[in-house]
């Protein structure tokens, strides 16, 4: 086994979902246990919940602000500093294992197609800054009072930066690129046009 398999993302969440079975799950508990994966292992963490068909009362905002801060820290190089409060919050342990889960079997179908590639896109600093500030803008739209349905979106564009971020694969940076493309898109037309209006034209578009 090679070292990308044995810090595969699929074995992280498994290790995560388990965390579960001791104790109550808190940021800080979690950041402990991924120390080595950095910041973009806990956007990754922070918005694949945001893709689940579950509603999050109350966690949209913190989660959407954590992820900004995150993503900025990527950015600059700068190390986040978050209040102990917010690191000592309870996490629903239903929802860590929920969304591990799922993460799981999303992973263990894609997880072979994912892999290193492209390096001067990943190593290019002007794209791996890009990629943070586009984690930022995307968590500040997750912390927004917007229509439900629309926490999707941004959710998908900060997953899928995370993952290129963490596994160096500068393809999917790119594609990472495209979704904060259809977020731009999305939310500069939401205020216009309206969310059922966007809705439609999605549906004719599909």
């Given at each position: 086994m090679n070292v990308h398999d044995e810090h595969s993302l699929s074995r992280e969440f498994q290790e995560i979902e388990d965390l579960c079975d001791h104790g109550s799950m808190t940021l800080q508990r979690i950041i402990d246990h991924i120390h080595g994966r950095g910041e973009a292992?806990?956007?990754?963490?922070?918005?694949?919940?945001?893709?689940?068909?579950?509603?999050l009362p109350g966690l949209s905002i913190p989660f959407g602000v954590l992820i900004a801060i995150f993503g900025f820290s990527l950015s600059t190089g700068?190390?986040?500093w978050l209040p102990?409060?917010?690191?000592?919050?309870?996490?629903?342990?239903d929802l860590i294992r929920r969304f591990c889960r799922t993460a799981r079997k999303f992973l263990s179908k894609v997880e072979r197609f994912i892999r290193p590639r492209y390096g001067w896109v990943h190593k290019n600093r002007v794209f791996k800054g890009g990629a943070g500030t586009m984690i930022t803008i995307c968590g500040a739209l997750l912390a927004l009072p917007l229509p439900p349905g629309t926490n999707a979106p941004p959710?998908?564009?900060?997953?899928?930066?995370?993952?290129a971020l963490l596994e160096g694969d500068g393809l999917l940076l790119m594609v990472g690129y495209g979704l904060f493309a259809f977020n731009a898109a999305f939310f500069t037309l939401l205020p216009i046009v309206g969310y059922e209006a966007i809705l439609k034209i999605l549906s004719v578009g599909f």
């Open positions: 292992m806990l956007t990754l963490v922070l918005a694949g919940p945001f893709l689940l068909p579950i509603p700068w190390k986040p102990k409060t917010w690191l000592n919050r309870n996490i629903p342990e959710a998908a564009a900060i997953v899928c930066l995370s993952v």
